[in-house]
């Protein structure tokens, strides 16, 4: 059976790494195998919920992450049902942990670091984009990282649209307000439907912010919100933003504008000067090719 295969059945083995609204992930491994698999269990079908609806959902979050292949993504290996019956997603486990607790620990702290943790974010979104889907639902805690804490991948692809087809030229708007708080884009409070790829531009931008200062912007980038109204009022001259580098500054206006029409794409973004060049680390290159040290996310984090 397929969870032998992956330790899915071998409770012994199994720690949580992680709980949402809608699964469990645990980490498993084979008996007599130094292998490790991160495996997404899905809760039971509800009494309310229709069959086909369930195991719908189930298997287009499968068949969406299944088809990527990128070094920035973690890689989904395998659809199965335990022995309890349970619907199951194995994956690449990223012994690293997820970048959140890293920001929360207090061990980011580099801003050449956190410019190369930038930057393999950015490529890995720009790869989803260009294969026409829109993750959705970006945030520290959907960033993992490999062992040696260089490698950043993007995970978890439950509300993912794809908005593209690869046959189709044109893009679908998507619907339904969709992620976390502090980093739901700002046209998703107003409007029925938006542009799922602008969504995610605007997510990275938070995501740059908290990895910069450890701290949310704002609550929500709603009318409601007096932080977000006050950007929105002093835009130019908001401070957090405006001590930052030049070259920094001018892409995270263009990343945070609240004008969908003038916000960058992925592909202006990856074309920008000081995107271009940012020293980021890749799978397979040696630490010492890059002029920053990811070491210090290996230590134990703050308390």
Known sequence: MNSEKYGANNHKSEKILGRGATAVVKLCSPINSDKKFAVKEFRLRRKDERQKEYVKKLIAEFCISSTL?????????DLIQDDKKRWCVV????????????????LLTDPDTIDCFFKQLLKGVSYLHSMGVAHRDLKPENLLLDGSARILKITDF?????FRAPFESTSRKAQGMCG????????????????????????VGIIFYVMTYNSIPWKSASPQDSRYKHYQEHRGNFWPIDRLPPAKRKIMYR?????????????EIMADEW????SCCRSGMPAEAVNHSHRGLLEKPHT
Do not use: C
Not at 275 to 278: G, P, T
């Open 69 to 77: 292949d990128h070094e920035n993504i973690i890689k989904t290996v």
């Open 91 to 106: 994956m690449e486990y990223a012994e690293g942990g997820d970048l959140y607790s890293k920001i929360s620990g207090g």
């Open 158 to 162: 439950g509300v993912s649209e794809v």
């Open 180 to 203: 976390s708080g502090p980093y739901i884009a700002p046209e998703e409070f107003i409007q029925k439907e938006y542009d799922s790829e602008a969504v995610d531009v605007w997510a």
């Open 255 to 267: 990343i945070l504008d609240p004008e969908v029409s003038k916000r960058g794409s992925m592909k």
């Open 275 to 278: 995107i271009q060049s940012i």
